[in-house]
């Protein structure tokens, strides 16, 4: 636990000058995620993951976005692994109104060791939305960054950098892009934690048009 809390506590220093930045355009929000993961097979080639999500927006003042979901994965070798998932949630864009949506996922992800310290990781997601009360919608994910592991006091740690770019696919553009520096550990071989900033800018319109926003995750592992 001090590990983690000395993790999140760097990182708030670090980004707290950019928090700090906004304009009303611009939201200050917290998220988080809890995952539980539980592989099977006969070389745990399978898993299947159970997540819960909270988000607070309006500078961190209320809860504005909440979801459950699952994912049933499958590593297809060393390097890749196909999945597909359900998410369902629930957002509150401004206090009183309130929107739900079904989502149904398809996942591709991409992990090369470049070297023994450095790894290349690419998510591929196609999502189906369909929005209650709104038009449905389909958009394509694509995430590439870099991963690297570095050793402090004699514990393992993974700082990670990534860019995410939202298409959407019936305009056939990018509507989205997110950026995100963290470090994640992982502390025994059932649970592993990660604190990140994030960055998150919206290219066509919509509030906020600009989200600045620090964030925790946890997983277990059910071994």
Known sequence: ?????????????AVSPTLAQGDDDTDVQFWNETQVVVPFGKKREWSAAFSGVGRFGDNMSRANDVRVGFTLTRKMNRYLSLGAGYVYRYTSPDAGVDRYENRFLGIASVNVP?????????????????RHSRSDRRTIRSRVGLEREVTFAKRKFEPFG???FTLDANAREV????????VSHKFNNTVSASVFYLRQDELRGGSPQAINAL????RFTVR
């Open 1 to 13: 636990m001090k590990y983690l809390l000395l993790m999140i506590a760097v990182l708030a220093i």
């Open 114 to 130: 470049l070297n023994e310290k450095w790894t290349f990781v690419n998510r591929n997601m196609f999502q189906y939305e369909n």
């Open 162 to 164: 990534t860019i995410e």
């Open 175 to 182: 509507t989205r892009i997110r950026s995100q520096l963290g």
């Open 215 to 218: 964030g925790t995750s946890l």
